[in-house]
């Protein structure tokens, strides 16, 4: 018994002397303190932080401040969404009731005159980015020379239905210039600031080749291009014509004259698609606030017309290359007004300034 009680006692000691291999309870260290205030200035006038904090705070000021002058120093606000009728025959000029010198909102149609700063020396206008659908075409491609001219950058969409890579080909080396093949009756996306829209074809002999298409060009691709200008705030100009007044009756036609039309003729394809292109532009700046213009545009000639279009120039130059006798059609007492393709460009209403 003795010896048990003394083995015992032993292992007992033992346990006492072998250090436990348990893992201490896990204490969470203390919470360093927050630099005290004193610590934290020195920290800020030590090595000048302090001068650079305060330099970067005023270059930030300055820009912020100089940024919304310098963004209005682009083109005036010259506005407006009226149909404008362009003819250059003095008995053919089309009567303005409205004066166009002023914006218009899309709420009213009081014109808004805003003041213009002055451009300080070395900063010109701002280069604008500008889409033309049908830019390959007849005016269309003089319409990209113009734009082209005065600094702009251009995207020309087109179908190449009546318009023709040779009418831009000597713009295909300019940085500025982009050509598109696409249809605008099926939608595109682009980030510009103003859209010109001249997709169509213009003459009888191609509007009549396919009428369906003719105004489905009219209708759904002015839908779309006026959906475009909605979603990203371009404005928009539509190139409309003087057949919408149909067969009139009143001579010159003032834009408040409505017209003689037919809406179930061999023409009405075209006649009756661009006054369904102005309603729908019209509707788009009523209801959305869409800044809109409307050229009614009137015979034109000039260089890259088609020869064989149809119309009374193009027939007359046609038949005197080929040595033909030039046809008058009726008694040849008919008046028509007529317009070279530069008197058209050069209308101040082009210019969006």
């Known amino acids: 018994m003795k010896q048990l009680h003394k083995q015992s006692s032993v292992n007992h000691r033992r346990d006492e002397e072998i250090p436990s291999t348990q893992t201490p309870p896990y204490s969470p260290k203390s919470l360093k303190h927050p630099r005290s205030l004193p610590r934290s200035i020195k920290y800020l006038f030590k090595e000048q932080r302090l001068l650079f904090i305060l330099v970067g705070i005023l270059i930030g ?67 604008m980015r500008i889409v033309v659908t049908g830019g390959a075409g007849f005016v269309g491609s003089h319409l990209v020379d113009k734009l082209i001219g005065r600094g702009d950058e251009v995207i020309v969409i ?18 500025r210039f982009e050509l598109i093949r696409h249809d605008v009756v099926e939608p595109i996306l682009l980030e510009v600031d103003q859209i010109y829209h001249l997709a169509c ?5 191609h509007y009549k080749y396919n009428p369906v298409k003719t105004i489905k060009t009219n209708v759904m691709g002015t839908l779309n291009m006026l959906g475009l200008a909605k979603r990203i705030g371009a404005r928009f100009l539509l190139t409309s014509t003087s057949e919408v007044y149909g067969d009139p009756l009143q001579h010159p036609q003032k834009e408040t004259y409505w017209g003689n039309v037919n809406p179930i003729g061999e023409r009405s394809c075209y006649d009756e698609g661009k006054r369904t292109a102005e309603t729908l ?19 034109t000639y000039g260089p890259r017309m088609c020869l064989d279009d149809g119309r009374v120039v193009s027939n007359f130059v046609a038949q005197a290359i080929r040595q033909q006798p030039m046809t008058v059609y009726g008694d040849g007492k008919q008046t028509r007004s007529f317009q070279y393709v530069s008197d058209l460009l050069n209308c101040k209403y082009w210019r969006y300034e």
């Open 158 to 175: 087109d179908n190449f239905f009546t318009g023709r890579k040779e009418n831009v080909a000597h713009l295909f080396g300019n940085p």
């Open 201 to 205: 074809p213009a003459s009888p002999v």
């Open 61 to 127: 000021s300055t820009f912020f401040i100089l940024q919304p002058n310098l963004s209005r120093l682009g083109p005036t606000d010259a506005r407006s969404s009226i149909p404008i009728s362009f003819s250059t025959d003095a008995a053919a000029v089309v009567s303005h009731t409205q004066d166009f010198s002023g914006s218009y909102s899309s709420h009213s149609n009081r014109p808004i005159h805003s003041k213009v700063g002055r451009v300080p020396v070395g900063i010109g206008r701002r280069r």
């Open 281 to 299: 532009t019209m509707d788009y700046h009523r209801g959305a606030g869409v800044e809109v213009r409307i050229a009614r545009i009137f015979n």
